[in-house]
Every structure is written in structure tokens, then in C-alpha cells.
């Protein structure tokens, strides 16, 4: 079992930049992707980026990439979202995830911690 809890978010303005934490607890196997997602009220949940456990290899939506970061600090269980040059339209929850490398499905989410940018 994994539990994964999310923190960072708020109220931003455009262009401000914010960074989320997502700490991971239990059984971390060195196969897992860490990943990054987020929705808008009445849209659909949308990748934003994930990264291995092992190895740190990332991989960005097009709607975020050259603006978020994504990183891991595997001492602390911790991944975080550097957010840089933010939009309106990056307003949404923000959700932690992870699944294991061989299969598709992220198993474990967290609750979610809410990012607002205005105009």
C-alpha cells in the first residue's frame, strides 16, 4: 500500500511561479512512475508530468512543457512540480499519483491540493 499526500498549492497570480510537494509513504518499489495531474471543474483529469523512481527520466504534456519541472528527492519519498510562468488556465486541482512502470493504471492517488491563477 502507498498513501501520497499533496501540499503546496494556493492563489497565484499569472506569471508567478509555485511549487508542489507530493510525499510518498509505505512500500515504495524501485519500479514505480511518479506522476502529475491535474483538473478543472468541468474538464476531463489531464497528465502533466511523471518521472521513474529510478533513473529520473521525465516526460512532459504538451500544455506544460518548457514551464513545469517535475523532480524527486528519493531520500525524503518526496516529487515535486516547479511551476514556473503560470497561466490562467493551469487553474485546477493538482493530483499526485503512482503506478508500477509494466502497467498503465496509476493505482495510488493522493487528495489533491488546489492551484488558482488569476488574470
Known amino acids: 500500500q502507498v498513501q501520497l499526500v499533496e501540499s503546496g498549492g494556493g492563489l497565484v497570480q499569472a506569471g508567478d511561479s509555485l511549487t508542489l510537494s507530493c510525499v510518498v509513504s509505505?512500500?515504495?518499489?524501485?519500479?514505480?512512475?511518479m506522476a502529475w495531474f491535474r483538473q478543472a471543474p468541468g474538464k476531463e483529469r489531464e497528465f502533466v508530468a511523471r518521472?521513474?523512481?529510478?533513473?529520473?527520466?521525465?516526460y512532459y504534456g504538451d500544455s506544460v512543457k518548457g514551464r513545469f519541472t517535475i523532480s524527486k528527492d528519493n531520500a525524503k519519498n518526496t516529487v515535486f512540480l516547479q511551476m514556473n510562468s503560470l497561466k490562467p488556465e493551469d487553474t485546477a486541482v493538482y493530483y499526485c499519483?503512482?503506478?508500477?512502470?509494466?502497467?498503465?493504471?496509476?493505482?495510488?492517488w493522493g487528495q489533491g491540493t488546489q492551484v488558482t491563477v488569476s488574470s
Open positions: 499519483a503512482v503506478r508500477r512502470a509494466i502497467v498503465n493504471e496509476y493505482a495510488y
Open positions: 509505505g512500500h515504495i518499489l524501485s519500479s514505480y512512475v
Open positions: 518521472i521513474m523512481w529510478t533513473g529520473g527520466i521525465t
